[in-house]
């Protein structure tokens, strides 16, 4: 079970109001996932909005160090900051944002990442190539290490690889397509993360057409398709 703070969270605001209201969400939130028992929360690291990367992820590191006693707990749940698309001024567009991040934090024991295959296509890395998706893994281990990534939201895309533009589209019918998916299920690594999907879809029963579309294509893969 994996939750999601709520979108409308903005971590690194320069603003009062929001941000206290964030920091506020951010413990809740955590400590609603621990009465549940959930695996993991995930976060969107937040918008610098004025001033620079290096002020929101200063405020960012202000908002996580008052939970990270929570997290300590043996059955805390783990806190995953989500890879971004780089929009505008979002933080988590490159993974060296999240680095900083945890290495301002001490590198805590549950905080981890969260991809999202939309997002890292936007931000340049395709998914259609296989060299891309090893570049991926390889940087992920070197400036996160690989223990730390802990869940997948698994998106297609409705702009090209590289747009900075955060919008989702459903299962084969976007940029990334089968070929891109395929690359990710069959990887030895991202093939076993948790896979979660946030396609736009007008109602949650059209999510069983979306899981279908990734079985069936897991199931080819499995036979050599």
Sequence with gaps: ???????????????????????????????????????????????????SVEDGIARIVRAIEP?????ERPDAPWLLLETMSGQGSEIGGELGHLREILERLGWPARVGVCLDTCHLFAAGYDWR???????????????????????????????????????????????????GF???????????????LETPVASDLEYGDEIRWVRQLHRELAAGG
């Excluded at 939970?67 to 997290?71: A, D, F, K, Q």
């Design 1 to 51: 079970m994996i939750a999601h703070i709520p979108y409308t969270v903005n971590l690194a605001s320069p603003k009062e109001g929001p941000f206290e209201f964030a920091c506020r969400v951010l413990r809740e939130d955590l400590e609603r996932c621990l009465l549940v028992g959930a695996h993991a929360a995930v976060c969107h690291p937040g918008s610098f909005v004025e001033g």
């Design 67 to 71: 939970v990270l006693p929570l997290l």
């Design 182 to 196: 395929a690359n990710v299920l069959r990887h030895p690594r991202l093939g076993r993360l948790p896979m979660l």
């Design 129 to 179: 190539d296989p060299a891309e998706v090893e570049r991926l893994v390889e940087d992920l281990d070197r400036l996160i290490g690989w223990d730390r990534v802990r869940a997948l939201h698994l998106n297609d895309s409705k702009f090209p690889c590289g747009s900075r533009r955060d919008r989702h589209e459903k299962m084969g019918q976007g940029h990334i397509g089968r070929e």
